[in-house]
């Protein structure tokens, strides 16, 4: 089947390859606590092609960094990957052995953290930060570079995230929020990796330098011919960042579907709302939240978990939760609505 | 008409220069006159990035900052000069709610104690029953449910809700204004619908002014009557938002709106706009400020800063693309929102005549 189509995108200058990137299939974590088990993420599936940008979004509580962590193999107990596979350019990783996934981590697949500010060691400089991951990750028989060479490579990685190289010298204390996440990137891009995971990557800075720090890891982005999966609830940031958007409710993933067709014409109910109550700047209008919390992920409804808060539910979303449904092209959603139409 | 507060040529000034500065002196709020007026209860955004100066602003309003030159008076009378009872009675006439509503918080205490330690502090109940009326009526009016909030600890409940219990802590004092500092920046976009609606409440319901401190103007422009637009210290526009989000002036406020992630993916960004260099001192440039990072940067920008210029009644700007229109006379930047309220008064006045 040929999928040409489904990787076209409006973004200027995007190279998509019809190359699996990356293919999760049913990924599930979970946590064992005393009051039962936490479905946090439950039965994932999608897949990223080379050079494509992912937008993952959903609230606070949706699993959405749960998703993010276990696809670095950084759950940590009680949580656990119960079931489902990630494969990484054709290597399953939740096979690694603990020493061969600590070398995949950054060399294949970095992680941009949310809350750069958080992440940086206070008391180390910010050169020496940038080369801690790259000497670490050097092969048993590989040379130790000099110091040359790391000063080279540290000048080269600050100039690429649009920091002059004297940053360098400077300790994290010293760096505005910005700066410190264009150290993040730096540091995240150091090895070239396939994938970027970048978590919430601009949730504490304002408009402008926001706009900068996703131009910035756009360009590097297609500048390593690498995919990656952007976290996060900003739809505004998603619709200006992503080829393709998916979207979570409560631990599963209700839409999956390119940014331009999702945003010009939601299926999910949840996503519809989402959409819908996005404040403009073109009108102005009463704001329209959505109404209702969601459920807790320890005691999750028999149905469909968005039934509840659900303005299209009628009588079988009680009782059966939705299964994933492809509506042509890449466009999955997991809603009863459909299920005729995919049918006939 | 009567003033609740003014800020008459303040500036306030961080950091020091000479022998045991380094050097580096951040103005962060720069000459600014203005007024907040308290028969005519509005809703004033000041918007700008980190660093802009509006959280100096608010605090300056707050009285927890003294103003390294100019006077703030406060009913008229020099904050300085206040008696103890007056000053007192103006930290109940305005009431901050603070951006992070996790730290608002003793982790320690039910959610009841910060609802009634106001009231014990300013004697505001004479029992407890009309107490516990009080904490009811103002959860109410916030859209939360006295049994569903009361008697539990902050972490049992979502941002949401502990953003809004401060919305109601700040009603039980009935203050004049309230000053609300990234009120929703923790919250979860589908929340913040909710906690900003209970804000315009406040001030159409209740008559309380608000000044909301912000870098979203897309929540700005839905909430507020007028804004103003903070670059390192200075204010570069003011008007209404009516006015000043649909025609944009000073080519800062150009920048913002055009790097508000719309979400339209059919409409991105242009190219990736030049970073603020933060190593040069505030005192030591003579020009505009934004003059190294405006796209329309003209020889005297980086010789003389700008002042005031008057676009039209309900707008001004600090850029010299508009010195012809010539400089505003008041210095009162809040002059420029006034002459809508009276427009609009004036217009039911001829109807009836």
């Known amino acids: ?344 | 008409m009567s003033t609740f507060l003014e800020l008459d040529h303040v500036t306030k000034k961080f950091g020091s220069e000479g022998m045991f500065g380094n050097g580096m002196v951040t103005i962060a709020v720069d000459d600014v006159s203005l007024t907040i007026d308290e028969d005519e209860p509005s809703i004033t955004t000041v918007a700008g990035e980190s660093g802009s100066g509006k959280t100096t602003l608010s605090r300056l309003l707050l009285g927890s900052h003294v103003p390294t030159e100019g006077r703030m008076l406060y009913r008229g009378k020099d904050f300085t000069q206040l008696t103890r009872r007056e000053r007192r009675n103006f930290r109940r006439e305005i009431q901050p709610i603070f951006q992070d509503p996790f730290e608002s918080y003793n982790p320690f205490y039910k959610v009841d104690h910060v609802l009634s330690e106001p009231i014990k502090n300013f004697k505001l109940a004479s029992s407890g029953r009309e107490k516990n009326r009080m904490i009811e009526d103002a959860l109410e009016m916030v859209g939360l449910v006295p049994g569903e909030t009361l008697g539990r600890f902050p972490h049992q409940l979502s941002g949401g809700q502990r953003q809004r219990i401060m919305v109601a802590r700040a009603l039980l004092l009935k203050p004049r204004v309230i000053l609300a500092d990234e009120p929703v920046s923790m919250v979860d976009a589908s929340l913040r619908a909710t906690i900003l609606d209970s804000i315009r409440r406040l001030n159409r319901d209740l008559g309380i002014s608000v000044v909301y401190v912000t870098h979203d103007l897309t929540t700005a422009y839905q909430i507020s009557d007028n804004i103003l637009i903070m670059y390192r210290g200075t204010i570069v526009e003011a008007g209404t938002v009516d006015q000043v989000i649909p025609n944009p002036q000073h080519p800062y406020t150009q920048l913002l709106i055009e790097s508000i992630p719309q979400p339209d993916p059919k409409n991105r960004w242009g190219s990736e706009p030049p970073q603020q260099n933060w190593d040069t001192s505030d005192t030591d440039i003579a020009g505009c400020r934004f003059a190294d990072r405006c796209p329309a940067v003209m020889d005297q920008c980086r010789t003389s800063a700008p002042k005031q210029y008057l676009i039209n009644e309900k707008q001004l700007t600090r850029c010299f693309l508009h010195e012809e229109k010539g400089e505003m006379q008041n210095p009162d930047i809040t002059s420029t929102f006034q002459t809508e309220s009276e427009t609009i008064k004036a217009i039911p006045a001829d109807m009836s005549a």
């Open chain 1, 1 to 344: 089947m040929s999928t040409e189509q489904s990787i076209q995108t409006y973004r200027d200058g995007a190279r998509i390859t019809d190359v699996d990137a990356l293919v999760v299939d049913g990924l599930s974590v979970y946590y064992e606590t005393e009051g039962g088990t936490v479905k946090a993420c439950d039965g994932v599936t999608f897949t990223l092609k080379q050079g494509e940008r992912f937008a993952l979004v959903g609230e606070s509580g949706s699993g959405k960094t749960t998703l993010a962590m276990a696809l670095m193999r950084l759950t940590r107990p009680p949580g656990h990957i119960a079931k489902g596979s990630v494969t990484l350019h054709g290597r399953d990783i939740t096979s690694l052995d603990d020493k061969e996934m600590r070398q995949a981590r950054l060399a294949e697949i970095a992680l941009v953290p949310q809350g750069a500010m958080n992440s940086l060691n206070p008391i180390m400089r910010i050169g020496k930060q940038i080369i801690d991951g790259v000497i670490d990750h050097l092969k048993d028989d590989e040379p130790t570079p000099t110091k040359d060479e790391l000063d080279e490579m540290v000048h080269d990685l600050l100039t690429r995230v649009g920091l002059r190289p004297g940053v360098a010298r400077l300790w994290p204390h010293e760096l505005s929020g910005g700066m410190k996440q264009r150290v993040a990137m730096a540091i995240g891009i150091s090895l070239r990796p396939k994938l970027i995971i970048a978590d919430e990557p601009t949730s504490a800075l304002d408009v402008v330098v926001q706009r900068q720090i996703m131009q910035t890891l756009g360009r590097l982005q297609e500048g390593l011919d690498a995919s990656i999966m952007l976290v996060g609830h900003d739809m505004g940031l998603v619709a200006q960042f992503a080829d393709t958007i998916g979207v979570m409710y409560a631990g599963k993933l209700v839409e999956v579907g390119p940014v331009e067709e999702v945003f010009s014409n939601p299926k999910h109910p949840y996503t519809k709302l989402l959409i819908g109550s996005l404040p403009s700047l073109q009108e102005k209008r009463e704001f329209l939240g959505i109404p209702g919390l969601p459920p807790l992920l320890v005691d999750l409804p028999l149905g469909c978990a968005f039934a509840d808060r659900c303005p299209s539910r009628f009588d079988k979303c009680e009782t059966a939760i939705p299964e994933k449904l492809n509506i042509g092209g890449r466009r999955d959603v997991a809603c009863h609505l459909y299920e005729d139409e995919v049918q006939s």
